[in-house]
């Protein structure tokens, strides 16, 4: 992985074996906001939408362009993620005209901490912790965590609803480790990250009691760092779809 972050246009290149992916976009200066989990284990949203270019790469085919958008969040830990992270599920809404980041992260003492950037035509709605306002519903089964079903939140004049759909991709993080390694890493925790389809509806307050609507499909990470308690480790949920990173 190669990153270029100097200047507004941000260039990463990612490459494995025959395959590559080139990413170009014009993003933010600097952080547009940035948090903490417990005090710990921080994070920058460094872009909440912007317009990319993507060049996909590969040794049995020339090279094909397409445009849509990204995100970019960054997060850093002086120890392992999974002192201060059990699971954690990110919403990405890449409008042209509202780019919104939703993250809420429990904690292994069972805390939940939740973070939302709202931007509209390069001015911040909201940046901060909706509070009580937002609701996060989860399909809790016997044979592990549950995936997410449901979100709601309303902050400074934006509500939200959002379905969790469909399985986009899912990948054990430790799979590509040595076989010694994965087992070192085991002691510790179990990771699954996981993408979802999440249809989403917004309703923004644009001022004089006009409101305007927002519909469409955002994007869902769901991350599980889980910590072995005992010499068990908790089970991730189950996954219908596995693919490599």
Same mark, same amino acid.
Not at 177 to 190: D, E, F, G
């Given at each position: 992985i190669a990153l #270029?972050? =100097? +200047?507004?246009? /941000?260039?990463?290149?990612? +490459?494995?074996?025959?395959?590559g992916v080139d990413l170009e976009f014009v993003g933010s200066a600097g952080p547009v906001?940035? =948090?903490s989990v417990a005090g710990?284990? &921080?994070? #920058?949203?460094?872009?909440?939408?912007?317009?990319a270019t993507v060049r996909l790469r590969s040794a049995a085919a020339p090279p094909v362009a397409t445009q849509g958008r990204v995100a970019l969040?960054?997060?850093w830990t002086t120890g392992l993620e999974a002192g201060c992270v059990l699971r954690r599920v990110e919403v990405f809404v890449l409008e042209p005209e509202l780019g919104v980041y939703f993250s809420q992260t429990q904690a292994p003492d069972g805390s939940l901490h939740r973070w939302l950037v709202?931007?509209?035509? +390069?001015?911040?709605?909201? %940046? =901060?912790d909706p509070? =009580?306002?937002?609701?996060? /519903?989860?399909?809790?089964? #016997? #044979? +592990?965590?549950g995936? &997410?079903?449901?979100?709601?939140?309303d902050a400074a004049g934006l509500a939200a609803r959002v379905r969790f759909g469909a399985e986009l991709a899912g990948v054990d993080p430790t799979d590509r480790?040595? /076989?010694?390694? %994965?087992?070192?890493?085991?002691?510790?925790?179990?990771p699954r990250l996981t993408w979802l389809r999440a249809p989403f509806e917004i309703s923004l307050d644009t001022g004089g009691g006009v409101r305007r609507s927002f519909a469409g499909e955002a994007v869902a990470k769901v991350s599980y760092i889980t910590r072995c308690r005992e010499g068990v480790c908790p089970r991730a949920w189950p996954s219908t779809r596995r693919s490599s990173p």
């Open positions: #270029e972050p =100097g +200047g507004p246009t /941000r260039r990463f290149e990612v +490459g494995k074996d025959d395959l906001s940035s =948090g710990r284990c &921080p994070f #920058e949203v460094l872009e909440p939408s912007a317009p969040t960054h997060r709202a931007r509209r035509g +390069g001015r911040i709605l909201f %940046q =901060g509070g =009580g306002e937002s609701t996060l /519903r989860w399909n809790e089964t #016997e #044979e +592990g965590f995936a &997410p079903l449901s979100l709601r939140f480790l040595p /076989r010694p390694m %994965q087992w070192l890493v085991a002691a510790r925790t179990r």
